[in-house]
């Protein structure tokens, strides 16, 4: 346990856990602020880089992080399916889901899991229970199949609404939600939680849905983060709901990655602060 190994050391040295993410491109990823805050705050002697990985280069790379004994490494786009091939093991949970996002070294070898699915639950209870709600997730990509999977662990109801219907289809069947449809569906779909993981508003003033579909005393969760208020929230909001922003869920799925490693639990409020202290 790194928590053992918490040390004063000022300066990385032979004995300081390597950690990172391994992504591509890299572009700006907060990732580091989040992790190497969490450290500071537990006194753990590790450090968390960026990694920027091309395809081509991802089996090169796993090999030198395990050659490397990095601790853990979390996996983030265009990895986290491919990579499962040069793992170890993945739990049931990553596999269900079909990614992993989290990769950690257990007794030499290193265990694929997926936290993506915490970091959506736990940012919507930040404001709602989930058990007994009807619940609407837009989008059938990646994001999607962690958000569902989590909501269903949680007890709700789940629809799926995608801009290609035949994809939200297959996810409801495959991960048992009640109903799926086309983006356009929402506006009588009754539901008191919204979760947009498609990648509309993304670095954009764009929405997946009109703001009239939006239901007064609902919770949205936009898992978009960049810009932090997308229209989507801000819609929500003129429209009586309560809005979550995609921050939590990047911030939760890093504090359950942290606890996956350590034990320990993560410090929330100071990992959110760096993520804050980290915009461009
Ligand atoms: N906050 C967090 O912690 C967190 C974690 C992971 C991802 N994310 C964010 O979640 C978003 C989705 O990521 P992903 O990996 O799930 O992507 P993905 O697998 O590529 O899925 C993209 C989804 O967006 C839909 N979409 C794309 N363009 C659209 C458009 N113009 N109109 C309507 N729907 C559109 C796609 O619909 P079709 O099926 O019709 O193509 C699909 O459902 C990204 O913005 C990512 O940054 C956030």
Known sequence: MPGNAASQRTSPGAGTALCGIVLHPSGHTRSPAMHNAAFRALGLDAVYLAFDVPPAALAVAVAGLRALRARQFAVSIPHKETVMAHLDAVDDTARRIGAVNTVTLRDGLLVGTNTDWIGAV?????????????????????????????????GAQVAILNRTPERAAALARELGADAAGGLEELSHTPHEVLVNTTSVGL??????????????????????????????LRDAESRGARVVPGKWMLVYQAAAQLETWTGSKAPIEIMAAAFDAART
Do not use: I, N
Not at 137 to 149: D, I, P, S
Not at 206 to 231: F, I, K, M, N
């Open 122 to 154: 736990r940012a919507l209870e930040r404001e709602t229970e989930l058990a007994g709600r009807r619940a609407v997730v837009l989008g059938a990509g990646g994001t999607a199949r962690a958000a569902v999977y989590g909501l269903r662990k949680r």
């Open 203 to 232: 670095r954009s003033d764009a929405s997946p849905v009109p703001a009239e579909a939006l239901r007064q005393g609902s919770v949205v969760l936009d898992a978009v983060y960049d810009p932090e208020r997308t229209r989507l």
